[in-house]
Protein backbone atom coordinates (compact mmCIF):
# COMPACT_ATOMS: atom_id res chain seq x y z
CA UNK A 1 0.00 0.00 0.00
CA UNK A 2 1.77 3.24 -0.84
CA UNK A 3 0.88 6.59 0.51
CA UNK A 4 -1.82 8.93 -0.21
CA UNK A 5 -0.39 10.51 -2.74
CA UNK A 6 0.85 7.20 -4.72
CA UNK A 7 -2.72 5.49 -4.68
CA UNK A 8 -4.05 8.75 -5.71
CA UNK A 9 -1.77 9.22 -9.03
CA UNK A 10 -2.09 5.76 -9.20
CA UNK A 11 -5.57 5.52 -9.01
CA UNK A 12 -7.22 8.39 -9.74
CA UNK A 13 -9.30 8.96 -6.11
CA UNK A 14 -9.02 8.01 -2.73
CA UNK A 15 -11.57 7.12 0.06
CA UNK A 16 -11.41 8.65 3.14
CA UNK A 17 -14.55 6.23 5.50
CA UNK A 18 -16.26 8.76 8.01
CA UNK A 19 -13.52 11.72 7.91
CA UNK A 20 -15.88 14.35 9.04
CA UNK A 21 -17.86 13.70 12.10
CA UNK A 22 -21.52 13.10 12.73
CA UNK A 23 -22.40 16.27 14.65
CA UNK A 24 -21.15 17.95 11.41
CA UNK A 25 -22.61 15.91 9.13
CA UNK A 26 -26.28 16.43 10.81
CA UNK A 27 -25.84 20.43 11.27
CA UNK A 28 -25.28 20.00 7.16
CA UNK A 29 -28.15 17.66 6.80
CA UNK A 30 -30.54 20.34 8.73
CA UNK A 31 -28.91 23.15 6.87
CA UNK A 32 -29.60 21.01 3.78
CA UNK A 33 -33.75 20.54 4.75
CA UNK A 34 -34.33 23.78 4.90
CA UNK A 35 -33.27 24.82 2.15
CA UNK A 36 -35.13 22.15 0.28
CA UNK A 37 -38.31 23.59 2.24
CA UNK A 38 -37.47 27.15 1.53
CA UNK A 39 -37.88 25.64 -2.53
CA UNK A 40 -41.58 24.14 -2.31
CA UNK A 41 -42.70 26.28 -4.28
CA UNK A 42 -40.26 26.53 -6.89
CA UNK A 43 -41.10 25.16 -10.42
CA UNK A 44 -38.38 26.43 -12.56
CA UNK A 45 -34.28 26.94 -11.90
CA UNK A 46 -33.29 30.58 -10.31
CA UNK A 47 -29.54 31.16 -9.14
CA UNK A 48 -30.09 28.57 -6.00
CA UNK A 49 -31.75 25.68 -7.39
CA UNK A 50 -31.63 23.40 -10.42
CA UNK A 51 -35.31 22.26 -11.07
CA UNK A 52 -35.58 19.92 -13.85
CA UNK A 53 -38.56 17.60 -14.86
CA UNK A 54 -38.69 14.27 -13.11
CA UNK A 55 -38.08 12.05 -15.92
CA UNK A 56 -41.05 9.82 -14.54
CA UNK A 57 -43.35 11.58 -12.91
CA UNK A 58 -42.94 14.77 -14.96
CA UNK A 59 -42.94 17.22 -12.27
CA UNK A 60 -40.16 19.65 -11.37
CA UNK A 61 -37.61 18.07 -8.72
CA UNK A 62 -34.68 20.31 -6.96
CA UNK A 63 -31.59 18.08 -8.55
CA UNK A 64 -28.79 20.44 -7.62
CA UNK A 65 -28.21 23.72 -5.15
CA UNK A 66 -25.52 25.58 -7.03
CA UNK A 67 -22.75 27.03 -5.55
CA UNK A 68 -23.64 26.20 -1.60
CA UNK A 69 -20.47 27.87 -0.54
CA UNK A 70 -22.41 31.13 -1.71
CA UNK A 71 -25.57 30.02 0.23
CA UNK A 72 -24.45 29.01 3.56
CA UNK A 73 -21.74 29.84 5.43
CA UNK A 74 -20.91 26.30 6.85
CA UNK A 75 -20.53 25.26 3.05
CA UNK A 76 -18.00 27.89 2.59
CA UNK A 77 -15.65 26.69 6.02
CA UNK A 78 -16.08 22.92 5.43
CA UNK A 79 -13.70 22.68 2.46
CA UNK A 80 -11.04 25.21 4.82
CA UNK A 81 -11.76 22.16 7.88
CA UNK A 82 -8.27 20.49 8.74
CA UNK A 83 -9.63 17.12 8.27
CA UNK A 84 -9.93 18.05 4.15
CA UNK A 85 -6.87 21.14 3.77
CA UNK A 86 -4.73 18.25 5.36
CA UNK A 87 -5.64 16.08 2.18
CA UNK A 88 -5.36 18.46 -0.10
CA UNK A 89 -2.22 19.87 1.03
CA UNK A 90 -0.86 16.23 0.32
CA UNK A 91 -2.56 16.10 -2.99
CA UNK A 92 -2.64 19.42 -4.54
CA UNK A 93 0.44 21.17 -2.13
CA UNK A 94 0.37 24.26 -0.10
CA UNK A 95 -1.51 26.46 -2.31
CA UNK A 96 -4.68 25.54 -3.41
CA UNK A 97 -8.15 27.55 -4.44
CA UNK A 98 -11.72 26.65 -4.70
CA UNK A 99 -13.36 27.47 -7.77
CA UNK A 100 -16.99 26.18 -7.38
CA UNK A 101 -19.20 24.12 -5.01
CA UNK A 102 -22.49 22.25 -6.19
CA UNK A 103 -24.78 20.31 -4.22
CA UNK A 104 -26.45 17.45 -6.16
CA UNK A 105 -29.46 16.13 -4.17
CA UNK A 106 -30.34 12.70 -6.38
CA UNK A 107 -33.44 12.41 -4.08
CA UNK A 108 -35.34 9.18 -3.29
CA UNK A 109 -38.12 7.78 -5.89
CA UNK A 110 -36.03 8.17 -9.31
CA UNK A 111 -33.57 10.47 -9.67
CA UNK A 112 -31.54 10.19 -12.89
CA UNK A 113 -28.53 8.64 -13.77
CA UNK A 114 -25.03 11.14 -14.48
CA UNK A 115 -23.41 9.79 -18.09
CA UNK A 116 -19.74 9.24 -17.72
CA UNK A 117 -17.74 11.91 -18.34
CA UNK A 118 -14.39 13.84 -16.93
CA UNK A 119 -14.62 16.98 -15.16
CA UNK A 120 -11.57 18.36 -17.12
CA UNK A 121 -13.67 18.31 -20.53
CA UNK A 122 -15.65 21.17 -18.74
CA UNK A 123 -12.63 23.45 -17.11
CA UNK A 124 -8.80 22.36 -18.99
CA UNK A 125 -6.47 23.79 -17.13
CA UNK A 126 -2.89 24.87 -17.59
CA UNK A 127 -1.88 21.90 -15.35
CA UNK A 128 -4.09 19.13 -13.77
CA UNK A 129 -3.03 19.39 -10.48
CA UNK A 130 -7.28 19.83 -10.23
CA UNK A 131 -9.58 17.69 -8.18
CA UNK A 132 -13.00 17.37 -6.74
CA UNK A 133 -13.72 16.36 -3.35
CA UNK A 134 -16.89 14.48 -2.55
CA UNK A 135 -18.60 14.95 0.79
CA UNK A 136 -21.30 12.09 1.45
CA UNK A 137 -24.47 14.15 3.18
CA UNK A 138 -26.43 10.69 3.27
CA UNK A 139 -24.88 7.12 3.19
CA UNK A 140 -23.92 6.26 -0.33
CA UNK A 141 -25.29 3.06 -0.83
CA UNK A 142 -25.39 0.54 -4.32
CA UNK A 143 -28.86 1.68 -4.63
CA UNK A 144 -29.51 4.99 -4.08
CA UNK A 145 -27.76 5.98 -6.97
CA UNK A 146 -24.11 5.81 -6.08
CA UNK A 147 -21.12 7.33 -7.87
CA UNK A 148 -19.01 5.17 -10.39
CA UNK A 149 -14.95 5.89 -10.63
CA UNK A 150 -13.14 4.03 -13.56
CA UNK A 151 -9.49 3.46 -12.12
CA UNK A 152 -6.59 5.18 -13.87
CA UNK A 153 -8.22 6.55 -16.68
CA UNK A 154 -7.05 9.74 -15.38
CA UNK A 155 -3.95 8.98 -16.99
CA UNK A 156 -5.57 8.59 -20.71
CA UNK A 157 -6.96 10.34 -22.86
CA UNK A 158 -9.41 13.46 -21.99
CA UNK A 159 -11.98 12.00 -24.55
CA UNK A 160 -14.89 14.54 -26.91
CA UNK A 161 -17.62 15.70 -24.76
CA UNK A 162 -19.91 16.63 -27.85
CA UNK A 163 -22.76 15.25 -29.47
CA UNK A 164 -25.07 16.93 -32.36
CA UNK A 165 -21.55 19.33 -32.63
CA UNK A 166 -22.32 20.44 -29.47
CA UNK A 167 -20.50 20.18 -26.10
CA UNK A 168 -22.93 17.58 -23.83
CA UNK A 169 -20.25 16.97 -20.82
CA UNK A 170 -20.72 13.27 -21.90
CA UNK A 171 -18.26 10.46 -23.33
CA UNK A 172 -20.20 8.67 -26.18
CA UNK A 173 -21.49 5.26 -25.73
CA UNK A 174 -18.39 3.41 -27.45
CA UNK A 175 -16.22 5.28 -24.49
CA UNK A 176 -18.69 4.57 -21.91
CA UNK A 177 -19.60 0.62 -22.73
CA UNK A 178 -15.71 0.06 -22.09
CA UNK A 179 -15.73 1.40 -18.46
CA UNK A 180 -18.26 -0.25 -17.36
CA UNK A 181 -16.68 -3.69 -16.43
CA UNK A 182 -13.70 -1.91 -14.34
CA UNK A 183 -15.87 0.80 -12.84
CA UNK A 184 -16.06 0.91 -8.70
CA UNK A 185 -18.84 1.29 -7.29
CA UNK A 186 -18.17 3.89 -4.62
CA UNK A 187 -20.09 3.66 -1.27
CA UNK A 188 -20.10 5.19 2.28
CA UNK A 189 -21.56 5.88 5.66
CA UNK A 190 -22.36 9.62 5.82
CA UNK A 191 -19.51 11.78 6.45
CA UNK A 192 -17.19 9.66 4.26
CA UNK A 193 -15.06 11.87 2.05
CA UNK A 194 -13.82 11.06 -1.75
CA UNK A 195 -11.17 12.86 -3.86
CA UNK A 196 -10.93 12.38 -7.20
CA UNK A 197 -8.82 13.86 -10.00
CA UNK A 198 -10.40 16.27 -12.37
CA UNK A 199 -9.19 13.70 -15.66
CA UNK A 200 -10.96 10.42 -13.77
CA UNK A 201 -13.79 9.54 -15.99
CA UNK A 202 -16.78 8.94 -13.22
CA UNK A 203 -20.45 8.43 -13.62
CA UNK A 204 -23.61 7.73 -11.42
CA UNK A 205 -26.20 5.54 -11.42
CA UNK A 206 -29.95 6.33 -11.03
CA UNK A 207 -31.47 6.35 -7.47
CA UNK A 208 -34.84 4.23 -7.41
CA UNK A 209 -34.80 3.82 -4.09
CA UNK A 210 -36.99 5.27 -1.15
CA UNK A 211 -33.71 6.98 0.59
CA UNK A 212 -31.96 10.27 -0.15
CA UNK A 213 -28.14 10.56 -1.37
CA UNK A 214 -27.24 13.57 -1.43
CA UNK A 215 -23.32 14.41 -2.32
CA UNK A 216 -21.53 17.66 -1.83
CA UNK A 217 -18.83 18.35 -4.49
CA UNK A 218 -16.13 21.06 -4.28
CA UNK A 219 -13.89 21.88 -7.28
CA UNK A 220 -11.04 22.56 -6.12
CA UNK A 221 -6.81 23.11 -7.85
CA UNK A 222 -3.60 24.05 -6.97
CA UNK A 223 -3.37 27.60 -7.46
CA UNK A 224 -1.12 27.59 -10.36
CA UNK A 225 -3.52 25.71 -12.47
CA UNK A 226 -5.34 28.23 -14.65
CA UNK A 227 -8.19 27.93 -16.25
CA UNK A 228 -7.71 27.95 -19.84
CA UNK A 229 -11.11 29.98 -20.49
CA UNK A 230 -9.76 32.45 -18.40
CA UNK A 231 -10.26 33.64 -14.74
CA UNK A 232 -13.73 35.55 -16.09
CA UNK A 233 -15.10 32.17 -17.00
CA UNK A 234 -15.34 30.87 -13.55
CA UNK A 235 -14.54 33.93 -11.19
CA UNK A 236 -16.52 37.17 -11.07
CA UNK A 237 -13.08 38.92 -10.78
CA UNK A 238 -9.22 38.59 -9.48
CA UNK A 239 -10.53 39.75 -5.97
CA UNK A 240 -13.05 36.98 -5.94
CA UNK A 241 -10.36 34.48 -7.46
CA UNK A 242 -8.42 35.35 -4.29
CA UNK A 243 -11.32 35.11 -1.54
CA UNK A 244 -11.72 31.27 -3.23
CA UNK A 245 -8.46 30.38 -1.73
CA UNK A 246 -9.16 27.49 0.62
CA UNK A 247 -5.04 27.40 1.65
CA UNK A 248 -2.15 29.21 0.65
CA UNK A 249 -1.89 32.15 -1.46
CA UNK A 250 -3.02 32.70 -4.97
CA UNK A 251 -0.37 32.78 -8.06
CA UNK A 252 -0.23 34.70 -11.30
CA UNK A 253 2.60 32.63 -12.58
CA UNK A 254 0.73 29.75 -14.43
CA UNK A 255 2.38 26.24 -14.62
CA UNK A 256 2.09 24.67 -17.71
CA UNK A 257 2.75 20.70 -18.17
CA UNK A 258 2.37 18.84 -20.99
CA UNK A 259 -1.68 17.85 -20.47
CA UNK A 260 -4.11 16.62 -23.28
CA UNK A 261 -6.93 19.33 -23.18
CA UNK A 262 -9.88 19.54 -25.30
CA UNK A 263 -12.12 22.65 -25.05
CA UNK A 264 -15.97 22.63 -24.14
CA UNK A 265 -16.80 24.16 -27.22
CA UNK A 266 -18.97 24.61 -29.28
CA UNK A 267 -21.23 25.17 -26.36
CA UNK A 268 -24.88 24.52 -26.20
CA UNK A 269 -27.22 26.64 -26.53
CA UNK A 270 -28.41 26.94 -22.78
CA UNK A 271 -25.51 26.52 -20.58
CA UNK A 272 -27.04 24.91 -17.64
CA UNK A 273 -25.83 22.56 -15.44
CA UNK A 274 -24.61 18.66 -16.33
CA UNK A 275 -27.95 17.22 -15.65
CA UNK A 276 -29.46 19.35 -18.40
CA UNK A 277 -26.36 19.43 -20.73
CA UNK A 278 -26.31 15.67 -20.89
CA UNK A 279 -30.22 15.30 -21.40
CA UNK A 280 -30.01 17.79 -24.28
CA UNK A 281 -27.61 15.62 -26.14
CA UNK A 282 -27.48 12.08 -27.29
CA UNK A 283 -25.01 10.48 -25.51
CA UNK A 284 -27.35 8.99 -23.18
CA UNK A 285 -24.90 5.83 -21.59
CA UNK A 286 -26.81 6.14 -18.56
CA UNK A 287 -26.37 2.92 -16.28
CA UNK A 288 -29.62 2.13 -14.80
CA UNK A 289 -28.71 -0.12 -13.06
CA UNK A 290 -25.42 -2.36 -12.16
CA UNK A 291 -26.07 -5.22 -13.86
CA UNK A 292 -25.84 -3.33 -17.51
O1 LIG B 1 -23.79 13.62 -8.08
C1 LIG B 1 -23.43 12.72 -8.83
O2 LIG B 1 -24.01 11.65 -8.86
C2 LIG B 1 -22.23 12.87 -9.72
C3 LIG B 1 -22.17 14.24 -10.29
C4 LIG B 1 -20.94 14.52 -11.05
O3 LIG B 1 -20.19 13.65 -11.43
C5 LIG B 1 -20.62 15.90 -11.34
O4 LIG B 1 -21.43 16.79 -11.00
O5 LIG B 1 -19.53 16.13 -11.93
Same mark, same amino acid.
Do not use: H
Given at each position: MGSLK??????????????????????LRAIVDSLI??????????????????PNSGKPRIERIKSPHKVRPLFNELIRCPEITDVLRTL? /???????????????QGGSAAVAWHQDWAFYPHTNDDV?????????????? /?PVLFAPETHRGPVYDHTSNGFFCGAVNESVAETLTPTARIITGTAGTVTFHHARLLHASIANPSIYPRRLLLYEVM???????????AFFESWDSMNERMV?????????LTNVPVRMPQPEPSKRTSIFQIQRDGSDQYYLDDLNR
Open positions: ETYLDKGYVVFENLLPMSLIEDDNAAALTTSDEVYEILDDL /GPDVRLQNSKLNLKSLAVGIMIDDMTENN /GAADAWPLAGCSIGVQSTSPR
